[in-house]
């Protein structure tokens, strides 16, 4: 909040009559922001809030942190103006349990993304949402070229009741998940008719899709849109290249992004130097991290700004 301007004995009048004037106007725009956003929170994040409210304690208590946090509230235009925020999703998780603890201590506005079908994924999902975290299903799509991502895939061969129960299977193994992103699937994300059955049980269920991005051709915000899904896309990819120094480029590139947007996306895998780089990182940007939720809500939200 701003202070009221001092006002020096002896001042000229005039300029007293108008520093009053202007902190009166300044903190009426400053409550009019607050008011706004406020107001757009209740009603945007609600699909959001649906899906963690039917879940236990742990998501519960996840849930409240960010709504007490008043930081968070702020609108993309306000985010701009101190560097911006950052969403973190690390994904592949639940497959190995170490790396996937060591993830766990990064900090509660880190999203985790759980593959299905690892045995430890429904546990260690669990003990995720207790520590605070958004948890999402990382959910295997074809790949072009025959890449394999893992059993129960979603093909575009199958039928969309087939692909109804492969999704509904997949979500069943990832307790507390708010939402879902592709693991591979850059054929699988490029098909709209395929990607139907999946955002009609998005919708039915009020879970949102972070499209992993992992094609030029992706339909995913396309497909969502038409299916009234919330969605939002990575716009950075932490370790293609799997060195500190790549690592980091891509963090750079990361806040750059956000400095510029007011919101930069991110995923990174848990690999141990990708892990490593980050433990110091989210120390150095505690303040910039928002779970996924939330900048599912900020885009909507930049989005509505430009209509
Ligand atoms: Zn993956």
Not at 149 to 167: D, F, K, Y
């Amino acid at each position: 909040m701003k202070k009221l301007p001092k006002i020096r004995s002896g001042a000229d009048p005039v300029v007293v009559t108008l520093s009053i004037l202007a902190a009166v106007i300044g903190l009426f725009s400053i409550g009019m922001t607050i008011a706004g956003v406020r107001s757009d929170d209740n009603s945007s994040q609600s699909s959001v809030v649906v899906a963690r409210t039917s879940d236990s304690s742990g998501a519960q208590s996840s849930l409240a942190r960010g709504m007490g946090d008043a930081s968070r509230r702020a609108d993309l235009s306000v985010a701009r103006m101190d560097g911006g925020r950052i969403a973190l999703v690390i994904d592949d998780l639940g497959g190995d349990p170490a790396s996937t603890r060591r993830a766990l201590a990064l900090p509660a506005a880190v999203t985790l993304a759980f593959l299905p079908y690892p045995p430890a994924t429904p546990a260690l999902a669990a003990m995720g949402a207790r520590a605070g975290h958004e948890i999402i299903a990382h959910v295997p799509m074809q790949a072009d070229k025959g890449a394999y991502p893992g059993m129960e895939a979603l093909e575009i061969v199958l039928t969309p009741e087939e692909i109804t129960a492969r999704l509904e299977s997949a979500l069943s193994r990832v307790p507390f998940a708010i939402g879902i992103n592709n693991h591979m699937g850059s054929r699988f994300t490029s098909d709209a008719t395929a990607l139907a059955p999946v955002m009609r049980v998005l919708k039915a269920r009020g879970l949102f899709f972070f499209d992993s991005k992992t094609t030029p051709d992706t339909k995913v915000a396309e497909a969502a849109d038409r299916a009234g899904v919330p969605n939002a896309a990575r716009d950075v990819f932490l370790d293609d290249v799997q060195t500190a120094d790549a690592v980091t480029a891509e963090l750079d590139r990361a806040d750059r992004i956000a400095r510029t947007t007011g919101l930069a996306t991110v995923i990174g895998h848990p690999h141990a130097v990708t892990l490593a780089v980050l433990e110091g990182w989210v120390a150095r940007n505690k303040a910039r991290l928002i779970p996924l939720s939330e900048a599912l809500r900020l885009k909507r939200q930049g989005l509505q700004a430009q209509r």
